[in-house]
């Protein structure tokens, strides 16, 4: 009379007998089904070699030749995960083609047994056999290829960005370097158009170690703008990374999608953008532009949701005026007068009061720009006028300078309530005195 291993057996020779064939079936079915698997033809060779491999030794473990605490991942298996990490694959799609390989292989297996076995109870009892042997060699399996995947992942990136680090660096301090060569190590063309951006995180929201939610972000902001190719995205610190987006040859794009990835997000990845900028030269320019960009909204109060792009030219202002701290709360101060203090009511109407410049002077266009009726426009305008102590065309450079200082600075450049300026050390108070030190 049969048992549930004697007929395990059977149904181990005629699996080992038709392997090849069957591992045809599960390469195909993983094609179908797990698109994130790379299709070149050296790795789907190598899932072919891994699946196989999976299938014999799986073989060997219900024929009892070995017992499950023996069990290992195959090597082919082993390094079809690693090629996997290297290329950036994710490792639910490694963990779903052992998933779709254990499914496949049990309904292959369940129908052998439907078939051959005429005793019900024999054979629901060789099923759960069956059943509990595959799950105890998944279970081995696939622990170990993940594990294999993690470090070679952490390895791969370690090596793939120092390499892209001191390649940037050299790129960015103008180095002649040989261009093909430079392109193959950073994984990047450099003849075409490119972004610049600089992501950062606030101080303790998050950790760029992982480079998941930042690399995320850089992914979606490329699809969105219509990139022409995967990113450059090279981790700086802890809190801080670098991406650079091939833009290809015209550098034309959709700028305001962005602003969408991020109102999208959860407001924990900051972004600041450069001008887009043509090969090797292009390269640099992108990337110093969204640098002091990136300067800018660390000095200033920057809006969770929303760029900061060099492109917009009161950005490029206020990134020349950041330079010279001291000499640019003097130009506010003297400029806006009791407008330059730091409270909301002085706020509301530099805002204001820099639309209108921006719009030349017409209350119409300002109104629908700011979302206000033309007669509040019009009594802010005159306040902001009151309050800033001379007339609007009186020192009229000083003026849009000193407010797109304050939209963008902020504290660094305002007056306390109480008239000293804020963050200054020995300069002068909206008094005229010298602010104590």
């Known amino acids: ?178 261009l093909a060569a430079t392109e193959v190590a950073l994984g990047y063309r450099l003849r075409q158009h490119h972004l610049g951006l600089v992501l950062w995180t606030a101080p303790g929201a998050g950790d760029l170690t992982d480079l998941t939610a930042v690399e995320r972000t850089v992914a979606r902001i490329a699809e969105r703008i219509g990139a022409a190719g995967q990113p450059l995205f090279v981790p700086r610190d802890r809190e801080t990374a670098w991406a650079w987006l091939p833009i290809g040859r015209t550098g034309e794009l959709d700028a305001a999608g962005i602003d969408e990835v991020l109102a999208g997000g959860d407001g924990q990845v900051h972004v600041a953008s450069g001008r887009s900028g043509a090969g090797e030269p292009g390269f640099r320019t992108t990337h110093e532009g969204a640098a002091a960009a990136h300067a800018v909204a660390q000095l200033g109060q920057h809006p969770a949701g929303r760029a900061v792009s060099y492109a917009d030219p009161t950005v490029r202002a206020a990134a020349l005026l950041a330079h010279d701290l001291p000499a640019t709360r003097r130009l506010v101060l003297g400029a806006l007068g009791d407008l330059a203090e730091d409270t909301d009511g002085a706020a509301r109407l530099r805002e204001t009061l820099l639309a209108f410049v921006e719009e030349r002077e017409s209350y119409v266009a300002t109104a629908a720009r700011v979302h206000l009726h033309k007669n509040t426009v019009k009594y802010r305008v005159d306040r902001a006028v009151e309050a800033r102590g001379k007339p609007l065309g009186e020192e009229r450079l000083d003026l849009e300078l000193a407010l797109i200082a304050c939209k963008w600075l902020g504290p660094e450049v305002l007056v306390s309530a109480g008239g000293l300026m804020l963050v200054t050390k020995g300069y002068p108070s909206k008094s005229g005195t010298t602010a104590p030190g």
Do not use: K
Not at 30 to 50: C, K, M, N
Not at 97 to 124: C, E, K, N, S, V
Not at 143 to 157: F, S, T
């Open 1 to 178: 009379m049969s048992d549930p291993e004697t007929e395990i057996q059977g149904i181990a020779a005629l699996l080992a007998e038709r392997q090849i064939e069957l591992t045809a079936e599960l390469v195909d079915a993983f094609r179908d089904r797990i698109p994130e698997l790379p299709t070149d033809p050296a790795l789907v060779e190598l899932l072919v070699g891994s699946s196989g491999a999976n299938l014999e030794t799986f073989v060997h473990l219900m024929r009892g030749h070995i017992r499950v605490r023996d069990v290992h991942a195959p090597t082919a298996a082993v390094e079809y995960a690693r090629r996997l990490a290297q290329r950036g694959t994710p490792p639910s799609a490694l963990l779903r083609a052992y998933r779709i390989g254990q499914q496949l292989i049990l309904q292959w297996a369940h129908a052998q047994i439907t078939g051959g076995i005429d005793d019900p109870t024999l054979a629901l009892r060789t099923t759960q056999l069956l059943t509990d042997t595959s799950f105890l060699y998944i279970d081995a399996v696939s622990e170990e290829v993940v594990q294999a995947y993690q470090e070679e992942r952490e390895r791969w990136l370690a090596n793939r960005s120092a390499v892209q680090r001191e390649t940037v660096d050299a790129l960015l301090r103008g180095d002649r370097l040989d």
